[in-house]
């Protein structure tokens, strides 16, 4: 039988550069997804902001790492100063003449405030509560929340997301760039077979859908990630290589160490887990020896977002009868 999932692995030789008509160097749109793929996937995981929707407005807002704001502010989302900014500014004429945009000392923090930007604007506070893997959900609330002022502005975020497969990096794949690529049209990673309606597993009052099945385990999905229950013999390892994720990524999206051991019946998420809760329950009641870490497995939720959601460190005990907000 078939993996069920295919990472792409092919990291073509890209001619990163063209010149221009003043003899600078332009970013062809291929070589800034290759370039800035990374530290798309990489906010994805801290802010829960699908990497498809950060690179594909990096790319429009941007003109592909080559508008002025991008050249001379490593302004990469467009972000103008508002009230709250304290940070260096640029005059650049956009809706009207001379308005004051955000300047930054490197991409790395363009993207980061970006991500900050959405997290803690009450307009964008709705997305947050979309599947992980949305990303129309997500560019169609962007233009409704009024991130932009182009009326096409959702339309133009899917094309880019859909002519490139950006898609991908949502579900912890890579993205397949060839030297001067046209936009691909063909997935390159067979789908997981879809579950009838009836493979539901109801869980303490909150489902999970049986998504899958390759020849090693049973794939679930639950708050938009999917997981796998460990059997006997089951290592991080194993788990990694059947399903083709590294095990670094695998430590990280279920927020253990390097050193940790599985055991028989644990949840191993092989996609990142979601930001807050999104299968309609907002308050769990903690049992005897649960723990921070184990509530946010159960419902598929970062543990750092777990622990900020609830003021406390990812350390803190939990005792039986607490009240864990989840959202």
Known sequence: MKNLRQIVLTFALLAVTTAS???????????????????????????GIPASIKLAQALFESDNGN?????EANNHFGIKCKSNWTGQTISHTDDAPDECFRKYPSVEESYRDHSEFLDKSARYQDLFKLDPTDYKGWAH???????????????????IIEDY?????????????????????????????????????DVDNYSVSIQGRNGGHTVYRNNGSLFIVV???????????????????????NDLDIHSNVKTGDMIYIRPKAKRSSNGKMIHVARDGETLHSIS???????????????????????????????
């Open 67 to 71: 508008s002025r704001l991008a050249r």
């Open 165 to 201: 497969q950006l898609f991908l990096l949502d579900e912890g794949q890579d993205v397949r760039i060839a030297e001067n690529a046209a936009p691909v049209e063909e997935p390159v990673a067979e789908p997981i077979p879809s579950a009838s309606p009836a493979d539901m597993v």
């Open 231 to 253: 059997r006997d013999g089951d290592k991080l390892e194993s788990v990694a290589s059947e399903f083709r994720v590294s095990p670094k990524k695998l430590v990280k999206y």
């Open 21 to 47: 008509a003043e003899g600078q160097q332009k970013l062809t749109r291929e070589a800034y997804i290759l370039k800035y793929k990374p530290l798309a996937v990489e906010q994805m995981d801290i802010y």
């Open 297 to 327: 497995q159960m419902y598929g939720i970062r543990l750092k977002s777990l622990c900020n959601i609830n003021r406390r460190s990812r350390d803190s005990q939990v005792t039986e009868g607490q009240q864990i907000r989840l959202m």
């Open 141 to 159: 609330g962007l233009q409704k929340a009024g991130y932009a002022t182009n009326p096409q502005y959702a339309q133009q975020l899917i094309k």
